[in-house]
């Protein structure tokens, strides 16, 4: 058994949620956990809106991706269907469900409920459940006199889009070189590639097209200020004589005096200002003179002053006088290259317009910007609004997280005459602006800020918080009130699973949300669950070295990402092997139950998805696909080339190496070796064409060679593929799933070319290779009963899914991103998300570009966090996280964090985690332990049922009678070996008194006893490897964590008996730096099997090694040890004997309430064993 049944009150508990966030009467805002069935209320609301008598047409539901609203309309498709075939029984069972149990159901509510899926079916253009930029699009066709665009408009894809961006590069180079040269002469072509495309991107922040003075005075000067040169008056008030002996004194000096010494000598030396006050910056700040000034009260060095006493006040002089003009310079550079982007900027978006317009076409964006325009036209607007708001009455927002700044003014503008008191009724009982139905118009908005996490799309998570304030405020000027229904239930996680995300977003709270709303799961199911935290996968300390012949970017052998992925890929075919089951043991998991989800598509994800082909592992492939990068779409190309151009013999190599073709290595090298014309070196082609044996290959390549000169791409890449899709056949095979959308995506390209251009092969191959097209597969689970694939996807394309298990091995410390060359400077005087763009140039240092990069890391934190909560939340019932690399101690106002140390912290925080044995793949790796939590209730696996396999023969062995089955080892702990009855209780006083100062301390109870030895353990475990120093900081921070319940008086009592058994001298090798603290054994050990533990301190030299065990509790007579204590360290002994058979194996007990060692004697320590030996024998 795995899973218990579901508990009917938490099922009722969560549904009766549910059914308050679709009660068609009211507005709503709903912020709705991962896996709590938003989608379902979605699709109830829309439902339950019909039945009330809201007609489908008035009824307006946007969702985020097209993916979303197909499921949405499958839903509410086969909902209405089962309606109107359903009997009365069945039906009002339905009903009730989907309204409640109070609901009244009369037999007109039945009856109309029968006939909504032919009204929705018959409704002209169906049901309105579409993305925002599709609505925005049949705005835009419903009024594009109005809001200024062509009726005939096309929408421009990433392709077109990127290729109209180039030409308009190239168009403001020409029509405003002022403009590009100030640019270009910042940036090279790359650089100047990647700018427009930021330009675009953040084309909001020129939608005012900011003026010098306003980016100015984002810098705090006035356009005036501009032309100053504050450098002029640097040196002003000092003599460079007195200076230069400053520097060279400086420099003559210690290290530290060098930094600042070397740079200012530089500064005197310098030919301009602009030099002069780059290396001042650097001699008078910290950080390369990116820091803050540095402390003249303290620098130079005081043996330099004791020398030089003149130094130290002339630097603290020049530092007062030339930081302020510094500042000012940095100030009035960064205002300027803000001036001369905005400039280019204006000129680029320009010449995109232009481009545009030629084309009669829009961009996504542009759908968004002119249908926001439109609406909120005072003029047009209203028009527009009047005639839309004659066909919606309710609107539905779905993802609201995620909706941009001019998406919510779509949003609002439609529901504008919500706000609004209704007129008083006409004729007909209705005011024009009424609902056209019983149900007062409604607005109803989901979302959930903790899984915001498409800033890059222009996604503002602030306005989830502003915008539900905004729309509460304005119903209820009108009499109304916005109901707020959370949904805390999971349908989807296990408790474990949701226990971690709560652990861990109860520490790394900031950022996730507005309100002060503690973050919190609740499991309708209540399935067993399990979550792993696996330790990092370090850097190999003998790694070998990159071979040269290497390419210059391929990954280092020693990649810690790479081991990584080997040792998953390994671990994945292990539990296939094996049949390992979910947690609870059910059934065993299959391919398709895992989803592993990384942050970016690298070498990490890259190399699991071939280790997993390799290893005969199903996987899905990668879910997205570079159209340029896939093998099969290279093949195909690779064929067009050849055709175009034969005499390219790499080209050819190619085709005839690939699935197309298939030719063997050893077969293209004969070919290769043998290529000859006269005597000298002849083409592949030649060679390949003289041999009879590849008469057929021949013949195929002089068809594509024919067909090249007039097929269309289509006809080439369908002729090649064969009549019977054979080449597609082969392709799949070899190359996996994801070629089939390779190959369907290249000849949807190869149709739209040719309607676009002249459909020419050339041109074709020519224009595919300056398009960067990449592919989105859908990577749905498939069957659940079927053995599916391995997923391996990025985060963001898993929004929306889930897995039985799911794998995060990308949780590692990751290297700071790379800044954009745009940056967002507050404007004074502005509302708080008021920004003007500014350029982040290498070297520039002013204050409001710092504070631009200080948000912009805050806001980058912000989503990593929501990131990693949703990638926890998509699993069900097994989360396992993990990484590579190596942490580093936290540095900086916003310190980078890894994903597995926010994980770490919320575990060990909630103190129910507990070290497991290592997957037998990663040990090599990660060590022999991880940390795991996971629900009661885990039984041993359920039996396999095997599947359909080959008839196979009787082996003669069959019949014959099985060998006896090998006994399996015992396993002990060494604090297991029996003896029980001589431990002493932990509540008895000390029996012995104390031998040196320390106090003898009261009796405790058990309870206490216990927590007092945790922390004392704790204590001895971590303080000796810190400096002396640092040692009362780091034991209050583990004494808060070992001991929360401890008073002062206490943790001063369990620090002082800490620091009192490391002062004793007997135990100096045991506190030595080289040795080990909590080292971990198992051995085998004769008569007992393998027995494990964890030695308090070891410390090993050339002669001895020495195993000390730490007791906290009550003292006995000396030489009068406890039987467990003894067989505990005699087992402890027995081992060492045998790791270190050139040395000297001895054990010590050290009481700790006393300060005393017992070096516990090697007869006694024999015995011992010699007991447990027998007892486990017997």
Same mark, same amino acid.
């Given at each position: ?73 499958? @839903? ?65 066709? $419903? ?16 392709? %077109? ?55 100015? %005075? ?13 450098? *002029? ?10 200076? $230069? ?35 001042? +910056? ?532 990751? +290297? ?28 520039? @240092? ?27 939340? @998509? ?20 310190? @980078? ?171 100096? *090798? ?106 486990? %024998?017997?």
């Amino acid at each position: 058994m795995a899973d218990g049944a579901t508990d009917p009150s938490r099922v009722e508990r969560a549904s009766a949620a549910q059914r308050r966030a679709a009660d068609p009467h009211a507005s709503v805002w709903t912020s709705a956990n991962a896996g709590s069935g938003k989608t379902r209320v979605l699709t109830d609301r829309v439902a339950r809106l019909l039945l009330a008598g809201a007609r489908p047409e008035r009824i307006l539901c946007l969702t985020y991706t097209r993916a979303a609203a197909a499921e949405m309309a499958d @839903r509410l498709s086969r909902t209405l269907g089962a309606w109107a075939l359903a009997d009365a029984a069945t039906l009002r069972r339905e009903m009730r469900a989907l309204a409640g149990p109070e609901a009244a159901l009369d037999d007109a509510t039945l009856a109309r409920a029968r006939t909504l899926f032919a009204q929705a079916l018959e409704t002209p253009g169906g049901l309105k459940l579409q993305t925002i930029h599709a609505f925005c699009d049949g705005v835009l066709r $419903r009024f594009p006199l109005e809001a200024g665009v062509s009726p005939a408009f096309t929408v421009l894809d990433d392709a %077109a889009r990127d290729a109209a961006a180039s030409r308009a590069r190239d168009r403001a180079a020409t029509e405003d070189p002022g403009a590009f040269d100030a640019a270009a002469a910042h940036v090279g072509d790359e650089s100047l590639e990647s700018l427009c495309a930021e330009i675009l991107h953040g084309r909001d922040l020129w939608a005012g097209r900011p003026t010098p003075a306003r980016l100015a %005075a984002a810098f705090g000067l006035g356009e005036a200020a501009l032309a100053d040169d504050p450098l *002029g008056a640097l040196w002003d008030g000092f003599a460079r004589a007195d200076l $230069r002996r400053a520097a060279v004194a400086l420099a003559a000096s210690s290290r530290n005096d060098g930094w600042i010494g070397a740079p200012l000598a530089e500064a005197l030396a310098a030919a301009g200002p602009e030099e002069s006050g780059a290396a001042l +910056a650097r001699a008078l700040r910290t950080d390369g003179g990116a820091g803050a000034l540095r402390n003249f009260d303290k620098v130079p060095t005081a043996a330099l002053v004791k020398r030089e006493p003149w130094i130290r006040p002339l630097l603290a002089r020049l530092a007062d006088h030339a930081d302020p003009l510094l500042r000012r310079a940095e100030a009035i550079a960064a205002a300027n290259h803000a001036i001369a982007l905005s400039r280019f900027a204006a000129a680029f978006l320009d010449a995109f317009a232009l481009e545009k317009r030629a084309l009669g076409a829009l961009d996504f964006d542009d759908l968004v910007e002119r249908a926001a325009a439109l609406l909120t036209d005072p003029v047009a607007g209203a028009w527009a609004r009047y005639r839309l708001d004659g066909g919606v009455d309710h609107i539905l927002v779905d993802e609201a997280q995620d909706t941009a700044p001019r998406q919510w003014d779509v949003i609002c503008a439609l529901a504008e005459a919500f706000f609004e008191e209704q007129p008083p009724e006409d004729a007909d009982g209705r005011g024009p602006g009424a609902a056209a139905g019983p149900t007062p118009r409604s607005l109803f908005v989901v979302g959930d800020e903790k899984q915001s996490i498409y800033s890059f799309q222009g996604a503002d998570v602030a306005l989830f918080g502003a915008k539900r304030e905004e729309i509460d405020a304005r119903l209820r000027e009108g009499g109304r009130a916005l109901v707020r229904t959370p949904l805390e239930w999971s349908f989807r996680s296990a408790p474990a699973i949701l226990k971690a995300v709560d652990l861990t977003f109860g520490i790394a709270r900031e950022g996730m949300t507005s309100t002060d709303d503690d973050i919190l799961h609740a499991a309708v199911r209540p399935l067993v669950g399990r979550v792993d935290l696996w330790p990092l996968v370090p850097k190999p300390d003998d790694a070998p070295e990159t071979p040269w012949d290497e390419p210059l970017d391929a990954p280092a052998p020693g990649n810690p990402r790479l081991l990584l992925a080997r040792a998953l890929a390994a671990e994945i075919r292990r539990w296939l092997d094996e049949g390992e089951t979910l947690p609870g043991g059910d059934r065993a998991v299959r391919p398709g139950d895992v989803m592993v989800l990384v942050r970016r598509r690298d070498i990490l994800a890259a190399e699991l998805v071939r280790r997993l082909k390799t290893l005969g592992v199903p996987v899905a492939g990668a879910d997205r696909l570079a159209l340029g990068e896939a093998l099969a779409a290279k093949d195909l190309l690779a064929l067009a080339r050849f055709a175009l151009t034969p005499d390219d013999d790499l080209t050819l190599a190619t085709v005839l190496r690939s699935p197309l073709f298939g030719m063997a290595a050893e077969a293209l090298e004969r070919l290769a070796l043998g290529r000859t014309n006269a005597g000298r070196p002849g083409s592949l082609w030649a060679a390949l064409r003289a041999a009879p044996e590849h008469a057929a290959t021949t013949a195929a390549l002089i068809a594509a060679m024919g067909r090249a000169d007039y097929a269309r791409p289509f006809e080439f890449f369908d002729a090649a593929l064969g009549a019977d899709a054979a080449g597609r056949r082969r392709m799949a095979a070899r190359l996996g799933p994801e070629a089939e959308d390779a190959i369907d995506e290249l000849l949807a390209r190869a149709l739209a070319y040719e309607i676009e251009a002249v459909p020419t092969l050339e041109g074709f191959v020519d224009w595919l290779g300056r398009s960067a097209v990449t592919v989105k597969r859908e990577m749905d689970k498939g069957d659940p009963d079927g053995p599916g694939a391995v997923r391996v996807m990025t985060v963001h394309a898993a929004k929306g899914l889930e897995a039985p298990v799911v794998i995060l091995p990308d949780c590692g410390p990751r +290297a700071a991103p790379r800044g954009k060359a745009v940056a967002r400077v507050a404007e004074p005087g502005a509302n708080d998300r008021s920004r003007l763009p500014a350029w982040r140039l290498p070297g520039a @240092r002013a204050a409001a570009l710092e504070e631009a990069k200080a948000a912009a890391a805050l806001a980058e934190r912000d989503e990593a966090r929501r990131l990693l909560y949703v990638a926890m939340t @998509r699993a069900e019932r097994w989360l396992i996280v993990c990484g590579a690399g190596e942490e580093k101690p936290p540095k900086g106002e916003i310190p @980078r964090e890894s994903w597995r140390s926010l994980v770490a912290k919320g575990l060990e925080s909630g103190g129910t985690a507990l070290p497991a044995a290592a997957p037998p793949p990663l040990r090599e790796l990660i060590g022999d332990e991880i940390l795991r939590m996971q629900d009661a209730g885990a039984q041993a696996p359920a039996p396999l049922r095997p599947g359909p396999g080959p008839a196979l023969s009787r082996p003669p062995w069959i019949a014959a009678p099985p060998p006896p089955a090998p006994r399996a080892p015992t396993r002990f702990r060494a604090s297991d070996l029996g003896g029980g009855g001589a431990k002493p209780a932990p509540d008895l006083a000390p029996l012995e008194a104390p031998a040196g100062p320390v106090e003898t301390p009261p009796a405790r109870d058990a309870a206490a006893a216990l927590a007092w030895g945790v922390a004392v353990h704790a204590l001895l475990e971590l303080l000796p490897d810190a400096p002396p120093e640092e040692r009362g900081a780091l034991a209050e921070a583990i004494l808060r964590r070992a001991a929360p319940a401890a008073d002062a008086s206490a943790r001063a009592a369990m620090r002082a008996e800490a620091e009192a058994v490391m002062a004793l001298p007997e135990l100096a *090798g045991a506190f030595a730096p080289e040795a080990t603290a909590e080292a971990t054994l198992s051995v085998a050990l004769p008569g007992l099997g393998v027995v494990s533990g964890r030695i308090d301190r070891l410390a090993v030299d050339a002669e001895t090694a020495l195993a000390v065990d730490f007791k906290t509790d009550a003292a006995p007579p000396p030489g009068a040890a406890p039987e467990p204590y003894l067989r505990q360290l005699a087992a402890y002994r027995a081992g060492l004997r045998l790791i270190y058979p050139d040395r000297v194996a001895r054990a010590a007990l050290v009481w700790t309430r006393i300060g005393r060692v017992d070096a516990l004697d090697d007869a006694a320590l024999d015995a011992a064993l010699a007991r447990a030996q027998s007892e486990a %024998a017997g």
